[in-house]
């Protein structure tokens, strides 16, 4: 029987296996029988691999968030900085200089279109472009589960997935 010191070693192992995108899954499994643990203690060691992943996984998905804030935050400071620039530049009125670094002047964009009508019936058929209809799959969940029959359209089917509490 090995002892906790090397079961934690070896658990160890096994995560940092599973956290690498280079490792075979042929060679995970491998390692996993070499351990010589009966099936509970495999599921054991499993479980406690997959809690660490998940808690792996949280914290990248905190850090991505974090990360998109303050790239949002850097987005709006410098289109604030850049629309107060131009305004000092338009009121000042010098609409173009130089500096030793850099070069600043205020141009002209190309035109936008600004829609006047949004009511599709009034735009000519010229303008519009035709859609594929979608299929709504959560109403026809929603149908099925409430005993609406949609032979040969659509079913429910259950699969079966591991829990681990």
């Known amino acids: 029987m090995s002892t906790l010191y090397e079961l934690t070693a070896d658990f160890m192992m096994l995560l940092e296996m599973a956290e690498d995108p280079d490792t075979d899954p042929v060679a995970f499994e491998d ?4 351990l010589g643990l ?4 495999k599921a054991d060691g499993y479980a406690k691999v997959i809690r660490q992943l998940e808690g792996n996984i949280a ?3 905190a850090e991505i968030q974090r990360l998109k804030t303050a790239a949002t935050v850097m987005d709006n400071n410098i289109k604030r900085m ?3 620039l131009q305004d000092t530049m338009e009121v000042t009125g010098k ?3 130089k500096t030793p670094l850099f070069s600043f002047n205020i141009q002209k964009n190309p035109p936008s279109l600004i829609l006047d009508e949004m009511d599709t019936a009034r735009i000519p058929a010229d303008y519009l472009i035709p859609q594929e209809p979608k ?3 959560a109403k026809l969940k929603s149908d099925i589960k409430a005993g609406k029959d949609l032979d040969g359209i659509a079913h429910l089917e259950s699969g079966y997935s591991l829990r681990i509490k």
Not at 31 to 34: D, L, R, S, W
Not at 38 to 41: C, V
Request: charged fraction near 50%.
């Open 38 to 41: 009966e099936i509970e203690d």
């Open 31 to 34: 390692t996993m029988e070499a």
């Open 82 to 84: 850049k629309e107060n």
């Open 95 to 97: 609409r173009k200089f």
């Open 135 to 137: 299929i709504d799959t």
């Open 59 to 61: 914290a990248c998905k």
